[in-house]
């Protein structure tokens, strides 16, 4: 699977943006999407994580409220509309795979994930 990240910019305080995965190949339904982001001099964080059917969702509490993860298995795409963004929202966004066999308590490990998207960045400004 490869895949790639989309939809980033620079948005004022307030703002929204939709971040688009977009998968190539056949077995995108095999995986679990997420959406991390790393700032400059911070690691990696699980942003969102969307299971492999779509039935089931987690977001950090930093964004929960504001952020909505969604996937077209149909398309191969996976989406991150994210409202009324924040300064410390200001990120580069990566979108990544995690095999469907892993149960949720491991979504948040980067480590874990085996595909990688390569990175939007998301500024907001205030």
């Known amino acids: 699977v490869q895949l790639q990240a989309s939809g980033g910019g620079l948005v004022q305080t307030g703002g929204s943006l939709r971040l688009s995965c977009a998968a190539s190949g056949r077995t995108f339904g095999s995986y679990a999407i997420g959406w991390f982001r790393q700032a400059p001099g911070k690691e990696r964080e699980l942003v969102a994580t969307i299971s492999w059917n779509g039935r089931s969702s987690y977001y950090a509490d930093s964004v929960k409220g504001r952020f909505t993860i969604s996937r077209d298995n149909a398309k191969n795409t996976a989406h991150l509309q994210m409202k009324s963004l924040k300064p410390e929202d200001t990120a580069v966004y990566y979108c990544?795979?995690?095999?469907?066999?892993?149960?949720?308590?491991?979504?948040?490990?980067?480590?874990?994930?085996?595909?990688w998207g390569q990175g939007t960045q998301v500024t907001v400004s205030s």
């Open positions: 990544g795979a995690l095999r469907r066999t892993y149960i949720q308590s491991a979504w948040s490990d980067p480590r874990l994930y085996t595909y």
